[in-house]
């Protein structure tokens, strides 16, 4: 089956991947809808950088907190029903929200938001875990590449629309289409026929079931250790420089929330475009589309070096996008390689450290260069950071390519 036909044939013939598939994508479009007027109301409210940058800060702290769990969650429980009941309680927590916002005081409107997010907490571990179990496996590799790419779309067309439609509707009106979106996301993942986990008995599922062995797993198997940190190392150079889209937006291309919503959009759409890139001229293996991560990183950094060099916000959104392109290869490709090398027992598991990772250096990154913009010029900050990140695709490629080679033989 061709690479195109492969494609097709998920998005048109399996059903259940089509219902895991658009859930994903209604639910990340909703949240995304929601984080750029977000970023907007906070900087309107207090005009400081690294308060503003306390929303990002707000959206990672759950999953630092409890992702470890939701992935234990996961591997214990009918993931179907974890991921059903996460989207409903998602939906009431975006009425929280919207209350909030209309008191227009900072503490309650961020206090909500981790509400939001701390209902949410095993949605993603989960249908990580999930996904190769509604899918063949010589599929895996383009089912992942729509799966992850999913986040680009929906960042693309929830920022991108966020910003446009939070000068045409009203906060009220946007709140509403998220809450929807949860809504019928809890709905299509209902619907699942397929069981989400491989058949195990009562004894093993309920009573055997450890945090701990997914530590133990990571820790003895060095491949899955690196595809474990590579989103974490990566995020602390890269996480903090999103929520100064705001800022850049406002103060140097003068654009507002237009100006924010594209250069969300535009990390969208690389994140999209680059896994299907990647994997068309790099997915004859496993192993040569794994040593692709190094490399993708490298792209990010050279192409957000570029950014202070650019006079021009569609400029700047065209540096974004193929810059995204390799962040959101990296993205994939080792959640992909973290599937095929983890046992589905362990899946939710390994998932679930892999997003505590990532999101305590997403933390991490927020907090310093948050910090770092109230005192230096932003610009400089897209100087030094993308040179990081680049130095760390370059490290983790050399010390990870003779893993790659012994999996393609």
């Not at 309680?89 to 008191?103: C, D, F, G, K, R």
């Not at 899918?135 to 992942?144: F, I, T």
């Not at 291309?253 to 237009?258: A, I, M, P, V």
Request: hydrophobic share 50%; aromatic share 16%; charged share 15%.
């Amino acid at each position: 089956m061709q690479n195109l036909d492969k494609y097709t044939y998920l998005l048109t013939k399996n059903r259940d991947f089509q219902k895991l598939f658009y859930a994903k994508l209604i639910t990340f479009s909703g949240d995304w809808f929601l984080v750029v007027p977000l970023l907007g109301i906070v900087y309107e409210l207090t005009n400081n950088a690294l308060l503003t940058s306390t929303v990002l800060i707000v959206q990672s702290a759950p999953m630092v907190l409890f992702s470890s769990f939701g992935g234990y969650l996961a591997d214990k429980y009918d993931r179907r029903v974890i991921l059903t009941i996460s989207e409903f309680l998602s939906a009431l927590a975006v009425l929280l929200v919207m209350y909030a916002v209309s008191t227009e005081n900072v503490f309650y409107i961020l206090s909500s938001y981790f509400m939001l997010l701390l209902v949410n907490v095993a949605y993603m571990p989960t249908s990580d875990a999930a996904l190769p179990n509604i899918v063949k496996r010589e599929l895996l590799p383009e089912a992942n590449v729509l799966f992850f790419s999913t986040w680009g779309i929906a960042a693309g067309l929830g920022a991108g629309l966020g910003g446009l439609l939070s000068s045409i509707l009203t906060r009220n009106q946007l709140f509403t289409i998220n809450f929807l979106s949860f809504v019928i996301s809890a709905f299509l993942i209902f619907l699942i026929k397929t069981n989400l986990s491989e058949d195990r008995n009562k004894e093993t599922t309920f009573e055997n079931t450890k945090l701990s062995d997914g530590l133990n797993f990571a820790r003895n198997n060095k491949n899955v250790l690196y595809l474990v940190i590579t989103k974490g190392t990566f995020g602390i150079s890269a996480a903090g420089l999103l929520a100064l889209f705001t800022i850049l937006s406002v103060d140097v291309y003068s654009s507002g929330d237009y100006g924010s919503g594209l250069m969300w959009g535009a990390r969208g759409v690389g994140a999209f475009v680059g896994p299907l890139l990647f994997r068309y001229f790099y997915g004859s293996s496993d192993g040569k589309l794994l040593s692709t991560i190094g490399p993708g990183i490298m792209i990010w950094g050279i192409f957000y070096f570029l950014i202070p060099f650019s006079a021009s916000l569609y400029l700047t959104v065209f540096l974004l996008i193929i810059a995204h392109c390799g962040g959101g290869a990296q993205w994939a490709f080792s959640s992909y390689g973290l599937q095929i090398l983890t046992p589905d027992k362990l899946r939710g598991r390994i998932a679930g450290i892999d997003y505590t990772f990532y999101f305590s250096m997403y933390t991490i990154s927020n907090l310093l260069i948050g910090y770092l913009a109230t005192k230096y010029d932003i610009l400089l900050l897209f100087r030094y950071f993308p040179m990081m990140g680049f130095l760390f695709g370059f490290i983790w490629y050399l010390q990870t390519r003779k893993f790659w080679r012994e999996l393609n033989k």
